[in-house]
């Protein structure tokens, strides 16, 4: 059995709060699980010390049992000292897209033809 730290959504709508829960893979976000290792509340203020609330000795035990965390999930036990997160480096993030570059080239030929009728007056 495939198991997952992962979050499950609670709260109202546009209110969001998660449940930091062990979990099935296959079982979905917001069903059935295993246990409740903690909470996280994405409304409070980043330095606050109630936003991520966790278990650390219940989830350590789930890491030594082969429970994979999400990427989220991750990022709340690499603070906590639980485990390591290497960070992320995509390059080709910032490159803009096809539309965006056909869209940059009409206006250079644009901007060109008007110089060259600037020029030519």
Do not use: C
Request: overall charge positive; hydrophobic content about 40%.
């Amino acid at each position: 059995m495939a198991l997952k730290i992962r979050l499950a959504r609670a709260g109202t709508k546009k209110r969001p709060f998660y449940h930091i829960v062990i979990a099935d893979a296959r079982s979905p976000r917001d069903g059935r699980f295993i246990e409740k290792l903690g909470t996280f509340n994405p409304l409070l203020a980043k330095d606050a010390e109630n936003r991520v609330v966790l278990d650390t000795e219940r989830a350590k035990h789930w890491l030594s049992h082969g429970a994979q965390p999400t990427d989220r999930v991750l990022r709340f036990l690499d603070a906590a000292g639980l485990a390591k997160r290497e960070a992320r480096n995509n390059p080709n993030k910032g490159v803009p897209g096809d539309k965006a570059k056909e869209r940059a080239e009409e206006k250079a030929a644009k901007a060109a033809a008007g110089s060259e009728e600037a020029a030519a007056e």
